[in-house]
């Protein structure tokens, strides 16, 4: 699939890996960097959806998400943990949760711009689902530049795979191509936000690290099972350490 991820924040909060190991699938390790683990919550609106050869489906190509995720390696493979992502789209809802086997919910989002702010409401929707809420103004305050190898921005955006479980307890890679990450430094003011608390992840009460992307567009794969030795699936909820 084609799609372009646009007016996105990324902001992140350092976590004990302890608080995270029995919440990711065997056969993944949770990453720290510099001693900690990080949890990133990144409101943005997906456009442009459409399968590879195909033009964009009504209903479909344009959408609001937000999205709860850790990082995680598998067999060697540093990549992003999606603990939920909540999306303005029944459609999208019913087929990223069919392709793909992540954990998405419908909410309802409201997204504008105004003088160089984005303003981003999200409250969730989906019946038999943890409430989570989420309400920012955000923009950038700088010029772009990309992220440094070795530095902490870096490690947390420069990710070019995902990984679910699907219904079966089969782990899943899902490779992503795009450019790097046109980062900005950015302001937020979070209004409010309960995103993290239906797996039971407690952010810390400090601000969070934040940076602005205006678009990057992206190319997505199919879903491959991930052949981990049993070895690795038996410690999947140890640590792994980087930085």
């Not at 902490?152 to 089969?170: F, I, M, N, Q, S």
Request: hydrophobic share 45%.
């Amino acid at each position: 699939m084609f799609q372009s991820w646009r007016d996105l924040l990324f902001a992140h909060w350092p976590v004990p890996a302890g608080s995270l190991r029995r919440l990711v699938p065997a056969g993944l390790t949770v990453q720290e960097f510099d001693g900690q683990a990080w949890i990133g919550i990144t409101p943005f609106v997906l456009t442009g959806l459409r399968p590879r050869a195909l033009p964009a489906l009504p209903g479909l190509s344009r959408f609001p998400e937000i999205n709860v995720r850790t990082y995680v390696t598998a067999t060697d493979r540093p990549g992003v943990f999606f603990f939920s992502l909540d999306a303005g789209s029944t459609l999208a809802v019913i087929a990223a949760r069919t392709l793909y086997a992540l954990p998405y919910y419908r909410a309802r989002i409201s997204v504008r711009a105004d003088r160089g702010r984005i303003l981003y409401d999200s409250r969730r929707t989906a019946r038999r689902a943890p409430p989570a809420e989420f309400a920012a103004v955000y923009r950038p305050t700088g010029e772009v530049s990309l992220a440094r190898p070795g530095t902490l921005p870096h490690w947390l955006t420069e990710r070019y795979c995902l990984y679910a479980v699907d219904r079966r307890g089969g782990l899943h890679r899902t490779e992503i191509e795009h450019a790097p990450w046109p980062l900005q430094p950015a302001e937020a003011v979070i209004q409010r936000n309960t995103m993290a608390a239906g797996p039971g992840i407690e952010l810390p009460a400090t601000a969070p690290l934040v940076h602005f992307a205006a678009r990057v567009d992206v190319r997505v794969w199919l879903p491959q099972p991930v052949r981990a030795p049993r070895e690795a699936a038996a410690r999947g909820t140890g640590t792994d350490r980087a930085g």
